[in-house]
């Protein structure tokens, strides 16, 4: 078995405050900005930030669906990491200003990681489903950036 790694990220014209505070808030915010890919999300426990417990299904391809209990973490500044509980899938999300793009710019980084099939089959998997999990997560950080322009008028 192999780790399989995903990583997309966007920036927006909002302060890290303010990113951060839309990405942490599982009650409000993050149910919507979930693609039709997820379903079942319910928050289970806390609510905002570290201590969270949220669950949903993740419908990765027309055949697979993951089941998904996540405990969020938040290990330092700007970070929030979800951790299943049903499987090896970590996803860390990094807010962060953006030095390159200038003063008022944010940048969100979402990394995935999971432990792979072996043999074949995980050849597959590695090379094809970062590919599809960044476009489910290209849907959520452009859903994020309606979220913050309608927040910030």
Known sequence: MAQVYASTERTYPATPE????????????????????????????GGFGAGTQVHWKLQATEKR??????????????????????SSMVITWTVSQDAQAGAGQTKVQIETT????GGIGGFFERTFAPKGLNRIHDEVLAKLAENLAATSK
């Open 65 to 86: 669906v993951r089941d998904c209990l996540f405990t969020v973490s938040a290990p330092s500044a700007g970070k929030l990491v979800e951790t299943d509980a049903n």
């Open 18 to 45: 303010q990113v951060y505070e839309a990405l942490a808030d599982y009650k409000v915010v993050r149910p919507k900005l979930l693609p039709a890919q997820y379903s079942e999300y319910e928050v289970r426990a």
């Open 114 to 117: 999971w432990q792979g099939a």
